[in-house]
């Protein structure tokens, strides 16, 4: 059943009820904006999604012309949910690389900027050409090829936010290498681990990072730790950075800036299958050990294209910006692939929004005449803190619209956005997705779609969400809440977990048969609209970043004198969800200043610094069903301060354990 809202009313298209909507919250897309949208009004949205649904290969077909193939498909699309088999645009034939470069070039555009690169130092910018970034990646391209990289390598990058990475991401597919981005603050442990997972042949990382406050952030040192149990690495490629001294393994170890400088500048793109792997990007598994996440060529790439033009009604003179790390999913469909395909002019940015002052984002946004700005609700969080003083003393008149991305936004924060960001002038898109979907599923079109404070809004094109039961059965009508699933295919949509496909099936397709399950819970409210209730696993949502409990309570567990740990998520104003750990010390162990702060260097060490527990509390025990299954739902409401709706603790080995949990006092 499909609600989709039209003018004032909500349509049930299979049985034509509607409902008006009457809500003082909801705001309207202003009239400036309609007149050359993509999207231009309502009516035209339900128009477009009600085609996409009822003929979704020939729409997907019709979307494809976008991305320019050496090949057709012969098929468009063969999915089994119940296999968990996805295939889009089956033997089509293209190049990531090319389309995000080359065609732009060949088209004349080979002068518009492409990449503008924002340092951590506001006095440090560069911006490069779809010309001058065409050589650099057929440059380091035959680069790789020298380290003898093939189609179908697995490349590791292990950098911050310098324009080398784009680079490099752009020189793998053009290659037909497989890249995984890992997220510069992760630890030389889980940088080994995602190295070892998909046996990567060579490494690419520089001398040290920058980041706000933080100089010379050990990235070589780091890499070199993990690097002692790799055994798949032949090489590493090393960018100069800071120019600080580091240790270079001879044999091993090259500088990017020695081995471009006379590679040629003759580097053909590779025709690559639509369905070759285009990356693998690791995100928390419950189960404690990440999941490489495997996207394809073809399908990815339209996907990412379409979403990008589509949702922030991009047109070719449009400066964009995604603030996301490009070591995230946000950073590779909305910084990388989907801008630079459309042939648009994206920001890099290196910074933090805090440095040099809490003004900084707002100065990026008026020095380079920002149209699209995309950010995270915790970065407005922060922000708004620090009250209205440094936005007010920018100008912003470039900002178009407004987008936020990572976890669900709460209506004080969506408001404040609304009105002194964007000066009750500029759409706000609330997009919901997931790493494992290539790209954005629900989201208002900013011409299109009235929205509501904290509302993902809508479907986009060619999505159809559903909301289950716990014993899988379709909850149809508004005004309902349950499990968050997709009953059918869309071409970014994740393939495999990068050598386990069974754990694949497993986590998103075994609980439901015939539903791709998200994990998320969801409510559709009165008017047909989407709202994202949370996890409902035990993976945390903290600052955007999915992170494993069971990752946090290993790395908990490898604390001296730590007996057992159990992490839960709870309300935080700034992160939107912390981590809260609830620690076992061993018998005759004793808290203390030096066990806390082993926790904490503990899960820096084996996960980073953003996964550190915002609070620890000590406990004598953990609350166990007979079985010995910790309850965290119990945990849960303690760390919530909600222990009046506890439910029934009669099934606990011994109840008594939750009055000391309640009693307990927090340590960080």
Same mark, same amino acid.
């Given at each position: 059943?499909?609600? &989709?809202? *039209?003018?004032? $009313?909500i349509?049930?298209?299979?049985?034509?009820?509607?409902? =008006?909507?009457?809500?003082?919250?909801?705001?309207?897309?202003?009239?400036?904006w309609?007149?050359?949208?993509?999207?231009?009004?309502?009516?035209?949205?339900?128009?477009?999604y009600?085609?996409?649904?009822? /003929?979704?290969?020939?729409?997907?077909?019709?979307?494809?012309d976008r991305?320019?193939?050496?090949?057709?498909w012969?098929?468009?699309?063969d999915?089994?949910?119940?296999?968990?088999?996805?295939?889009?645009y089956? *033997?089509?034939k293209?190049?990531?690389?090319?389309?995000?470069?080359?065609r732009?070039v060949?088209?004349?555009?080979?002068?518009k900027?492409?990449?503008?690169?924002?340092?951590?130092? #506001?006095?440090?910018?560069?911006k490069?050409?779809?010309?001058?970034?065409?050589?650099?990646?057929?440059?380091f391209?035959?680069?790789?090829k020298?380290?003898?990289v093939?189609?179908?390598? !697995?490349v590791?990058?292990?950098?911050?936010?310098i324009?080398?990475?784009?680079?490099?991401m752009?020189?793998?597919?053009?290659?037909?290498?497989?890249?995984?981005?890992?997220f510069?603050?992760?630890s030389?442990?889980s940088?080994?681990?995602?190295?070892? @997972?998909?046996?990567?042949?060579?490494?690419?990382?520089q001398?040290?990072?920058?980041?706000?406050?933080?100089?010379?952030?050990?990235?070589?040192?780091?890499?070199?730790?993990?690097?002692?149990?790799?055994?798949s690495?032949?090489?590493?490629?090393?960018?100069?950075r800071t120019?600080?001294?580091?240790? =270079?393994v001879d044999?091993? @170890?090259v500088?990017? +800036?020695?081995?471009?400088?006379?590679?040629?500048e003759?580097?053909?793109?590779?025709?690559?299958?639509s369905?070759?792997?285009?990356?693998?990007?690791?995100?928390?598994?419950s189960?404690?050990?990440?999941?490489?996440?495997?996207?394809?060529?073809?399908?990815?790439?339209v996907?990412?294209s379409?979403?990008h033009? &589509?949702i922030f009604?991009y047109?070719?003179?449009?400066?964009?910006w995604?603030?996301? /790390?490009?070591?995230? &999913?946000?950073?590779?469909s909305y910084?990388?692939?989907?801008?630079?395909?459309n042939?648009?002019t994206t920001?890099?940015f290196?910074g933090?929004?805090?440095?040099?002052?809490?003004g900084?984002?707002?100065d990026?946004?008026?020095?380079?005449?920002?149209?699209q700005?995309?950010?995270a #609700?915790?970065?407005?969080?922060?922000?708004m803190?620090?009250?209205?003083?440094?936005?007010e003393s920018r100008n912003?008149?470039?900002l178009?619209?407004?987008?936020?991305?990572?976890?669900?936004?709460?209506?004080?924060?969506?408001?404040?956005? *609304?009105?002194?960001?964007?000066?009750?002038?500029?759409?706000i898109?609330?997009?919901?997705?997931?790493?494992?979907?290539?790209?954005?599923l629900?989201?208002?079109?900013p011409a299109?779609?009235p929205?509501?404070p904290g509302?993902a809004?809508l479907?986009?094109?060619?999505?159809?969400?559903?909301?289950?039961?716990?014993e899988?059965?379709?909850i149809?009508?508004?005004?309902r809440?349950?499990?968050?699933?997709?009953n059918?295919?869309? #071409?970014g949509?994740?393939r495999?977990?990068?050598?386990? +496909?069974?754990?694949?099936?497993?986590t998103?397709?075994?609980?439901?048969?015939?539903?791709?399950f998200?994990?998320?819970?969801?409510?559709? @409210?009165?008017?047909?609209?989407y709202?994202?209730?949370g !996890?409902?696993?035990d993976?945390?949502?903290?600052?955007g970043?999915?992170?494993g $409990?069971?990752? %946090?309570?290993?790395?908990?567990?490898?604390?001296?004198?730590v007996?057992e740990?159990? %992490?839960?998520?709870f309300?935080?104003?700034i992160?939107g969800?912390?981590?809260?750990?609830f620690?076992?010390?061993?018998?005759?162990?004793?808290?203390?200043?030096?066990?806390?702060?082993?926790?904490?260097?503990?899960?820096?060490?084996?996960?980073?610094p953003?996964?550190?527990?915002?609070?620890?509390?000590?406990?004598?025990?953990?609350p166990?069903?007979?079985s010995?299954?910790i309850? !965290?739902?119990?945990?849960?409401?303690i760390?919530?301060?909600d222990?009046?709706?506890?439910g029934d603790?009669?099934?606990?080995a011994?109840p008594?354990?939750?009055?000391?949990?309640?009693?307990?006092?927090?340590?960080?």
């Amino acid at each position: 059943m499909v609600y &989709i809202l *039209n003018a004032l $009313t909500i349509k049930c298209l299979n049985k034509g009820k509607s409902i =008006m909507v009457r809500d003082n919250n909801t705001y309207f897309p202003s009239s400036k904006w309609l007149e050359n949208a993509h999207v231009n009004s309502i009516d035209k949205y339900n128009e477009i999604y009600e085609e996409s649904i009822k /003929d979704p290969d020939q729409f997907w077909t019709s979307v494809a012309d976008r991305i320019d193939w050496y090949k057709r498909w012969d098929k468009v699309s063969d999915v089994d949910y119940n296999k968990a088999k996805i295939s889009w645009y089956l *033997n089509g034939k293209l190049n990531v690389s090319y389309n995000c470069i080359d065609r732009h070039v060949e088209s004349g555009n080979g002068d518009k900027t492409a990449i503008i690169w924002e340092g951590n130092d #506001p006095s440090e910018d560069k911006k490069y050409t779809y010309s001058e970034l065409l050589i650099r990646v057929k440059k380091f391209a035959n680069v790789l090829k020298s380290l003898g990289v093939k189609k179908g390598d !697995r490349v590791c990058l292990y950098m911050q936010m310098i324009p080398e990475l784009s680079i490099a991401m752009l020189a793998c597919c053009r290659i037909g290498a497989v890249h995984s981005v890992v997220f510069g603050a992760f630890s030389a442990d889980s940088l080994r681990d995602r190295i070892n @997972d998909s046996s990567c042949k060579i490494l690419i990382t520089q001398d040290t990072g920058v980041r706000g406050v933080k100089n010379n952030i050990p990235m070589k040192e780091n890499a070199d730790k993990a690097l002692i149990n790799t055994p798949s690495i032949d090489s590493v490629v090393v960018v100069k950075r800071t120019g600080v001294n580091i240790e =270079m393994v001879d044999g091993r @170890d090259v500088w990017w +800036h020695e081995e471009t400088i006379n590679a040629s500048e003759d580097c053909e793109p590779v025709e690559m299958d639509s369905e070759d792997p285009l990356f693998i990007l690791y995100t928390s598994g419950s189960t404690g050990k990440p999941k490489g996440v495997l996207h394809t060529s073809g399908g990815y790439l339209v996907y990412a294209s379409y979403t990008h033009e &589509i949702i922030f009604d991009y047109k070719k003179n449009d400066v964009y910006w995604c603030t996301a /790390d490009i070591g995230w &999913i946000t950073g590779h469909s909305y910084i990388v692939y989907g801008p630079m395909s459309n042939g648009a002019t994206t920001i890099m940015f290196e910074g933090v929004p805090n440095y040099p002052d809490f003004g900084r984002f707002w100065d990026v946004v008026d020095k380079h005449n920002v149209n699209q700005f995309y950010t995270a #609700p915790t970065a407005l969080r922060a922000l708004m803190k620090e009250g209205n003083t440094w936005v007010e003393s920018r100008n912003l008149s470039s900002l178009r619209i407004l987008g936020t991305v990572g976890e669900p936004i709460k209506e004080p924060e969506w408001k404040w956005y *609304n009105k002194i960001i964007g000066k009750e002038n500029c759409p706000i898109v609330d997009t919901w997705w997931q790493t494992e979907t290539g790209g954005i599923l629900i989201s208002p079109l900013p011409a299109a779609t009235p929205t509501k404070p904290g509302s993902a809004t809508l479907p986009f094109f060619g999505i159809n969400p559903v909301l289950l039961s716990d014993e899988g059965e379709e909850i149809e009508g508004n005004n309902r809440q349950g499990l968050l699933a997709l009953n059918t295919s869309w #071409p970014g949509q994740m393939r495999t977990i990068y050598g386990d +496909h069974k754990r694949f099936f497993d986590t998103y397709f075994s609980q439901f048969s015939g539903y791709y399950f998200t994990g998320d819970g969801a409510k559709r @409210d009165k008017d047909g609209y989407y709202w994202i209730t949370g !996890r409902v696993d035990d993976v945390l949502n903290i600052s955007g970043h999915r992170i494993g $409990t069971a990752e %946090v309570e290993g790395a908990i567990g490898k604390a001296n004198g730590v007996a057992e740990a159990a %992490v839960v998520g709870f309300p935080h104003d700034i992160k939107g969800q912390g981590i809260y750990a609830f620690v076992t010390l061993m018998t005759g162990i004793d808290s203390s200043e030096i066990i806390l702060k082993s926790i904490i260097s503990s899960v820096a060490k084996e996960i980073g610094p953003h996964a550190k527990p915002d609070k620890v509390q000590f406990a004598p025990a953990l609350p166990k069903t007979r079985s010995g299954k910790i309850m !965290r739902r119990i945990l849960r409401k303690i760390a919530e301060k909600d222990v009046n709706s506890m439910g029934d603790i009669s099934t606990l080995a011994d109840p008594s354990v939750v009055e000391s949990l309640i009693k307990g006092s927090i340590q960080v």
